[in-house]
């Protein structure tokens, strides 16, 4: 049973930084594997964030190139979201999943005052 446990938001204020963890735990083929990172804000639907294949090359939604990036520790099980210049908009409780599997993890939630 694969298990997603997502851990290191919290209240920032506008143009802070955070960084997101998430820890696979029931998965050998996690160096293998796409990952991702989604949000869903209050009233919306759930939106790919970011995405880190297997050879490490990533990818961004457009609302957040330049200001977040992605990466994984296959020896940990563990993929990576370092969050910067983060704005109101930015507010949303993010996910971390394994692509391909169904999966998601609780969320942790991340709030940028104004």
């Known amino acids: 049973q694969v298990q997603l446990v997502e851990s290191g938001g919290g209240l920032v204020q506008a143009g802070g930084s955070l960084r997101l963890s998430c820890t696979a735990s029931?998965?050998?083929?996690?160096?293998?594997?796409?990952l991702g990172w989604y949000r869903q804000a209050p009233g919306k639907q759930r939106e790919a964030v970011a995405l880190i294949k297997r050879d490490g090359s990533t990818d961004y939604a457009p609302a957040v190139q330049g200001r977040f990036t992605i990466s994984k520790d296959n020896a940990k099980n563990m993929v990576y979201l370092q969050m910067n210049s983060l704005k109101p908009e930015d507010t949303a409780t993010y996910y971390c999943?394994?692509?391909?599997?169904?999966?998601w993890g609780q969320g942790t939630r991340v709030t940028v005052a104004s």
């Open positions: 029931g998965i050998d083929t996690f160096s293998n594997e796409m």
């Open positions: 999943k394994i692509t391909r599997l169904t999966p």
